[in-house]
């Protein structure tokens, strides 16, 4: 059994981290952004805390810290470090951790196109094996997701069906996960959301787009703030677009006053915050406009 020796880990993890990168990559612009995003600050979900098997307790437990904390680096060396590399619960956790050091904008596109691709690699080898585990197929949803789209545009719609798939399997072995939920919704949201102009230009130039609708997106995130009340501000920022499009004003100002009055700890607080105001904005002149004199 791997035993963990936290003043070694913690004078390990001060070193620094290195990546070899791509020399070069054909980068291939997409009509319109269907990646979805992840709520990175989320917390784990009992079923993700619970799936870890013995020899690996100590080590998921600080890498998890670690993680949660945002020490993406520090948590990919303590993974790749342990003696346990064939184990499924540090597989999983070196992906997840990969999958966010991808999405951070401080590195160039090249390295996160790798960053993801390795990740993806190791995702993909274990889901024929572990079909009922609900972090594999999680994981293997989020990094589909991003690596289609630095694939370009015909390999992003080709996966946009299984993207679903995964997360729907997730979400059977795990109903409550609010982060997943969300991420079903923004999935509807952004397929409805995508142009008609350019779905036409996309199917004749490769294939059948697939359909949803926003009542199929609200109903995701009206999941999730159940499962997980105010847990996120951009699902309390979709619920109010949702709405909006629904053309139910009043149930979509309450949400977007919530999204506007979120405390704001992340980039994508601050963002949901910013278009929240900016659509109540929008509303108020519009009633103001609409009172006669």
Known sequence: MFQTNLLHYKNYLMRPIKFSTAKSVIKIKLPITLTIAWPAKLKFTSLEQKEIFKPSVEVTNVADSLFEN???????KLLSSTEDQNNIEIKWRVCRVLYNIAKQPKHDQAHRDELISKAYSIIAEELENHWD????????ALILDL???????????????????HMELAINLNPNDAALLHMLGEWCYQVTEFPWHQRKTAEALYMPLPYSTYEDALDYFLK???AQPRFYSVNLLRLGCCYLKLNKEDQAKYYLKLAASYPAKSN????????????LRKLKVKCDFTISP
Do not use: M
Not at 133 to 140: D, G, I, P, S, T
Not at 149 to 165: A, C, F, S, Y
């Open 147 to 165: 690596k289609s789209t630095n694939d370009g545009v015909r390999k992003k719609i080709q996966e946009l069906p299984n993207i679903k798939k």
């Open 224 to 226: 999730a703030e159940a």
């Open 70 to 76: 945002g020490k993406y680096e520090e948590c990919f």
């Open 133 to 140: 585990h609900f972090a594999v197929q999680k994981w293997y």
């Open 268 to 279: 994508d607080d601050h963002l949901a915050k910013k278009e929240a105001a900016k659509i």
